[in-house]
């Protein structure tokens, strides 16, 4: 040992193979701190430091004035992580535990996020300093009901950018864009509702929906939005509360709503008091604006969801909605219901800096340029495998494509999983299960040669495992 904490490490790991070994058992002291100090050879500091830490991680426990005891629950020695179970059904979640849960060493091309080195950490970085010279409120209190005033201003500003006229109190700041649609959900829907989604949509809108206890209808979505004969069906048969959608670049199509079908939507749902979340999570990454629902209705029955994840950080969690005022209001309360108070002020305080810094902007474009050569160079190399987009997206980093002929995608993706890949086959975001010959690639995410040589070999690989379901997404 050759620094203090080598040496304390070494003292809490001898406790643990005593725990581990049962050599000391729920309720039994400790060696005291002299003792135990002589036998390790080491400073009574150390022992007392070990013992704290031992004491934080629940493993041990102080009684005033007799020591240190082991406490109820033994954990044993250096226990391995959980790995994400990959015998289950290929569902709306799969894709997420498995890309979540993924090690350093896992090729991601099925994941929903920028790898780190397109993130502007540098920016991150000087708004971490910053907040470290802010007054300790930020540091320690909990977050106002609506969120930091400050984040919130600056977004309304953004938001008047794109004909979006709002006040920062119809501003929501939330944990994340997927609180913000559960929160929105928790208001709006009642079990055994109808919800419209888009077929395909955003995997996780039907988990969430599914934890509400809704019914979900899918509506098939073309390269200009959903299919509106079939979305006006829909509203007639099924008398849907709710339906969630992505505008400017829709997720896993990439396709961009045309001003057509957005006025068409808008009216259709004026008629049917049909409620709409307009998830646009993908806006910075559009090369132009596109028609988007909350500026044409004018935030009458259309929710804004947004947050910071996609092109700025997703560790910094915090989402936002934009609403009419009287729903803001209900919203308020049932995050502080929920979460007691508004996102972390420091999440808040990092986001609104690092939009303010003077290189975001030219981080952005820097972005769409890397994005835009990387979609053409993932669909040449796809297609060289017979991988073929459904179509070229205007912007962002997904491309959904379809396999060879005779390609199951929950096959492949299983074949891809043994070979350190996560893919993110079709029918994870298909509500009717008409995707599984499609898959979702995000072309930041297969900058790497490795992606193309293990998709090969997944590809060739994917085989039935006897015993194994392979899609239950309905």
Known sequence: MTDEGGRTGAVMAAIRRKLAARILAPGEKLPSIRRFAATMQVSPSTVVEAYDRLAAEGLI??????????????????????????????????????????????LKPGCGWLPPG????????RAVRGLARSGDGILTDYGATRGAPGLRRLLVRRLAAEGIEASADQVLLTASGTQGVDLIARFLLRPGDTVLVDDPCYFNFQALLRAHG???????????????????????????????????????TGATLSSQAAHRI???????????????????????PSARLAALDGLNRVIRIGSFSKTLSASIRCGFIVARPDWIEA??????????????????????????????????????????????ETAARLGALGITPWIMPRGGF?????????????????????????????????????????MRFNVAQMVDPRVYEALGRA??????????PFASAS
């Open 459 to 468: 590809l060739d690989g994917a085989e039935p495992e006897v015993g194994i």
């Open 331 to 376: 919203l308020v309360d049932l995050q502080v219901a929920t979460s007691f108070g508004g996102p972390s002020p420091i999440a808040a305080e990092l986001i609104a800096a690092t939009l303010t810094d003077g290189s975001y902007r030219k981080h952005l474009e820097a972005v769409r340029r890397r994005l835009s050569r990387a979609r053409r």
């Open 214 to 252: 809704v019914r979900i209808v899918g509506i098939p979505y073309t390269p200009t939005g959903p299919d509106l004969a079939r979305f006006a069906a829909a509203l007639a048969e099924h008398r849907p509360r709710l339906y969630v959608t992505n505008s400017a670049l829709h997720n896993p």
């Open 266 to 288: 808008l009216t259709l749902a004026a008629a049917h008091d049909l409620a709409i979340i307009e998830d646009d999570i993908f806006a910075d990454l559009e090369p132009d």
């Open 61 to 106: 426990h102080a009684r005033p004035g007799s020591g240190f005891f082991v406490s109820g629950v033994v954990s044993p020695l250096a226990p391995a992580e959980a790995e994400t179970r990959r015998d289950r059904a290929i569902d709306p979640l799969w894709v997420s535990r498995q890309s979540l849960d993924a090690g350093p060493e896992t």
């Open 398 to 438: 997904t491309l959904w494509c379809r396999l060879p002929d005779g390609c199951d995608a929950a096959m492949v993706a299983r074949a891809g999983l043994r070979e350190n890949l996560v893919l993110a086959p079709g029918n994870v975001f298909s509500v009717s299960q008409s995707a599984a010959d499609f």
């Open 118 to 125: 397109w993130m502007p950490d540098a920016a991150i970085r």
